[in-house]
């Protein structure tokens, strides 16, 4: 069987998962995808009663992305129930009564689509999974428990992926691109979970991505980077959460766009000049600033592009948390 992205090969069904499932072997390390077409209406049933929270409109249920040190049984896995089941399903972390009253107010109709703002469930979908993980097993008793220890992730402040290292134009042995869910948000918006993944010769990136929009209200992106070295058998899981509110982010998104330089370029002498004039402190008046002052000279059109587009907003949104780990696995 070809690989489903093969354009002569169809979607394989449900029942012939280890046939679609692509793998990639770079020395102690085992890579593999899966990518199947949207989940019918029964296992959508199923993971919605399992869930307990309504799910989104489209589901890939059997997609998958996992990451194994062969030697020590170590792993670490992204699916679509696991990204859901880490959903919030209380009240807590819902979204602002303000961000509410904001959506609510800048849709058209008073329907029955904003009651579902009081369900007791985060329905934006801003999940904060950061991947399944299975620990090693090992052998009984103590030795079992030092092993196990020895090749869990610990919070780290001195190991950082190399982001210079995974600049470089290395070869790509395997790559693929997986979609977990998404939802439009009752048309205001989106929220989507997709992981990507890259395998070079001596190191490889995957990164799963929550990106989620709702119009005129907020910008959410939480990154999950696995950078794995192939030479020292090291993993690195980074996890990065930014958000602002919708028109903070419009106001400035034309200023980080492929032909924004120029403005860029303007915005900081402004600051400058008007820092100097007012005798302010830098920290009192921000590049963010000046940027917005020149917003209302951007084309529509390309205001709708950027918001669409994760890359384009990620440097544009404030880091909210950030956590790093690592480990060094051995047998």
Known sequence: MNHITNPNEPFPTPSALAAATTTHTQRNFRVASRKLPISKAGPIDDMTASLGIPVPEMIFGDNLVSVSHVPTGWSIAF???????????????????????????????????????????????????????????????????????????????????????????????????????????????????????????????????????????????RDTRVYVDFETDEVIREYTAKEDSFDSVKRVSFFFSPYSSFFLVLSIMLETMLRNLLDLEPAMLTNYTAKSLFMEGRLPDDIVIALRDPNLLYNLLPTVEQTVQSVFLKK
């Open 79 to 221: 699916n679509a129930y696991d990204a859901l089941d880490a959903v919030d399903k209380t009240d807590k972390k819902m979204l602002q009564v303000a961000y509410a009253r904001d959506w609510s107010s800048s849709r058209e109709k008073t329907s029955a689509g904003i009651k579902e703002v009081v369900k007791p469930y985060d329905w934006s979908y801003s999940t904060e999974y950061r991947g399944t993980l299975e620990e090693p097993t090992g052998t009984a008793g103590a030795q079992q428990e030092a092993q196990e220890n020895k090749n869990k992730l610990e919070e780290t402040t001195t190991r950082m992926i190399p982001l210079e290292l995974l600049k470089r134009r290395d070869p790509i042995l395997f790559f693929d691109d997986v979609v977990l869910f998404e939802s439009e948000l009752d048309d205001n918006g989106i929220s989507i979970v997709s992981v990507k993944v890259r395998v070079h010769e001596k190191r490889m990136l995957l990164l799963c991505r929550l990106f989620m929009r709702l119009d005129n209200v907020i910008v959410r992106i």
